[in-house]
């Protein structure tokens, strides 16, 4: 995966290149390449676009770092037998719960409760969650009551949950960005359902308190100006320094992995390729 900005990215001699302001070729090899990110200032040419197609790159337009996702070449996922798979774990009842106890496991670092539904594990959530909320508000000093904001009217809320807010988003881009780029559907969640972003919002749950939370109390601790504006950035440096994506799509497949199943077989009764795609260098799951 390889992220891009402030260039053109065109084909040149069967190979993604980018071209910057002063007219200088970067080669890019296409052979090893799964994901581009296309960070601001970046353009790109359909003869790009034509060789990711046929090449299985997927191209997923990014703010600075990941901290926002705008669109992505082939959303929903590229590949038929992930999204199978993702979606017969969230189906099945038993299987499902199986996956929220892993990321209750991966969260908390210890096992939850036995039989437990996902509606009482989402309580004890919910407790240790207030917990890390005051804790955090403690170590830097910051006025805590509770995480409250109105979706509608964002402005309305007090500074810290105004910065979370911002903070959160910028974590859900980057999130979103490993999805789609292991090829998993974003809406497919399993504790949080009904949305376009319920999975993305379940992984990043795993990680909030680990990164984009203690941020956002740190710069409301140092009396920041702006700190909407401070955290973004504060997230933009620190996914890159931890490089966070890098963790996060083995982390997806580890907790999907918790449903101990394969991806389900094709139904003996459907119809088969009447006409095979033709071979590629791509990714068998991707489009041509």
Same mark, same amino acid.
């Given at each position: 995966?390889?992220?891009? @900005?402030?260039?053109?990215?065109?084909?040149?001699?069967?190979? +993604?290149?980018?071209?910057?302001?002063? &007219?200088?070729?970067?080669?890019?090899? =296409?052979?090893?390449?799964?994901?581009?990110?296309?960070?601001?200032?970046?353009?790109?040419?359909?003869?790009?676009?034509?060789?990711?197609?046929?090449?299985?790159?997927?191209?997923?337009?990014?703010?600075?770092?990941?901290?926002?996702?705008?669109?992505?070449?082939?959303?929903?996922?590229?590949?038929?037998?992930?999204?199978? #798979?993702?979606? @017969?774990?969230?189906?099945?009842?038993?299987?499902?719960?199986?996956?929220?106890?892993?990321?209750?496991?991966?969260? +908390? !670092?210890?096992?939850?409760?036995?039989?437990?539904? =996902?509606?009482?594990?989402?309580?004890?959530?919910?407790?240790?969650?207030?917990?890390?909320?005051?804790?955090?508000?403690?170590?830097?000093?910051?006025?805590?009551?509770?995480?409250?904001?109105?979706?509608?009217?964002?402005?309305?809320?007090?500074?810290?949950?105004?910065?979370?807010?911002? *903070?959160?988003?910028?974590? #859900? &881009? /980057?999130?979103?960005?490993?999805?789609?780029?292991?090829?998993?559907?974003?809406?497919?969640?399993?504790?949080?359902?009904? !949305?376009?972003?319920?999975?993305? #919002?379940?992984?990043?749950?795993?990680? @909030? +308190?680990?990164?984009?939370?203690?941020?956002?109390?740190? =710069? =409301? &601790?140092?009396?920041?100006?702006?700190?909407?504006?401070?955290?973004?950035?504060?997230?933009?440096?620190?996914?890159?320094?931890?490089?966070?994506?890098?963790?996060?799509?083995?982390?997806?497949?580890?907790?999907?992995? *918790?449903?101990?199943?394969?991806?389900?077989?094709?139904?003996?009764?459907?119809?088969?390729?009447? /006409?095979?795609?033709?071979?590629?260098? &791509?990714?068998?799951?991707?489009?041509?």
């Amino acid at each position: 995966m390889i992220f891009l @900005k402030y260039g053109l990215l065109d084909v040149q001699d069967g190979a +993604f290149v980018l071209v910057d302001e002063k &007219g200088v070729r970067i080669q890019i090899p =296409i052979g090893g390449i799964v994901c581009l990110f296309l960070e601001p200032g970046t353009t790109i040419t359909h003869a790009a676009v034509n060789l990711a197609a046929d090449v299985g790159t997927l191209l997923v337009w990014v703010g600075e770092g990941g901290v926002r996702l705008y669109a992505a070449g082939q959303p929903g996922g590229a590949r038929s037998d992930k999204l199978l #798979y993702q979606a @017969k774990l969230a189906l099945d009842d038993s299987l499902r719960i199986k996956v929220v106890r892993a990321m209750y496991q991966y969260r +908390f !670092k210890d096992t939850p409760p036995a039989r437990r539904s =996902i509606e009482q594990l989402r309580g004890i959530e919910g407790v240790r969650v207030r917990t890390m909320y005051e804790l955090l508000a403690q170590k830097y000093r910051v006025p805590w009551k509770k995480r409250k904001y109105d979706p509608n009217n964002w402005s309305n809320a007090d500074p810290i949950n105004q910065t979370l807010n911002a *903070a959160n988003h910028a974590l #859900y &881009g /980057i999130c979103e960005a490993a999805i789609l780029a292991a090829g998993y559907a974003p809406a497919i969640g399993f504790i949080h359902t009904g !949305k376009p972003l319920s999975f993305v #919002y379940d992984i990043a749950d795993l990680v @909030k +308190f680990e990164t984009v939370v203690p941020l956002a109390f740190q =710069i =409301i &601790g140092s009396n920041s100006p702006n700190p909407v504006r401070d955290v973004r950035l504060k997230c933009r440096d620190s996914f890159k320094e931890s490089k966070l994506l890098k963790t996060l799509i083995p982390t997806i497949e580890e907790i999907l992995a *918790a449903g101990e199943v394969s991806p389900p077989a094709a139904s003996p009764v459907a119809v088969s390729i009447a /006409i095979p795609n033709k071979e590629g260098i &791509g990714d068998a799951g991707h489009r041509n």
